[in-house]
């Protein structure tokens, strides 16, 4: 919903129950942690057929004072390298203030303000990508963070009707799909 990627109005979208149980049940995630200036790597293996790939990491930061000019104490960057070794970046939002700014939809570069960031990648091809997490500043370390990602299928999924239901004749029925 909204704009591609996070924006200021829906944050990173609403959550597609039936993803999140197969990424579970896939077993889509991982935890780690890393220290200041240390880095960290992971590999995934990207199946034939991902139409996209997602990839976030999350790191529960440790309180900040209330009168600290920065919220954010522990600054993480996630970035992905394809198997050809292009490096890609997460999608972050404009901070300044203005509404021609918050309301562009979100570019690629380095989140110092959040500490969730994910990584998309369309059309990925299959194969071997490795996943850098950089303790770019963590002065309360190490700090552990958390990777979850998913493989969207390069398909359509009719979701309803999936079999076995009874139509009434006459009466409208709405077809549901996943794509």
Known sequence: IGRPGPDY???WGRLHLGRAIESIESH???SASVSN???QFHTIVVPPGTGRLRIMAYWPD???SPLAAKALINDLDLSVFTPS?????PLVLSRYPHIDSITKPAYLGRDRVNNVEQVVINQPGSGLYTV?????LVPQGPQVYYLAYYFEPDQ???TYPAGGERMVPGET???????
């Open 156 to 158: 359509i999924t009719v």
């Open 132 to 136: 850098k997490i950089n303790g770019y």
């Open 173 to 179: 029925e709405t077809i549901r799909w996943d794509a």
């Open 62 to 64: 440790p309180a900040s």
């Open 85 to 89: 070794g292009i490096e890609q970046l």
């Open 28 to 30: 889509w995630y991982l």
């Open 9 to 11: 109005d829906h944050g």
């Open 37 to 39: 200036g240390a880095q």
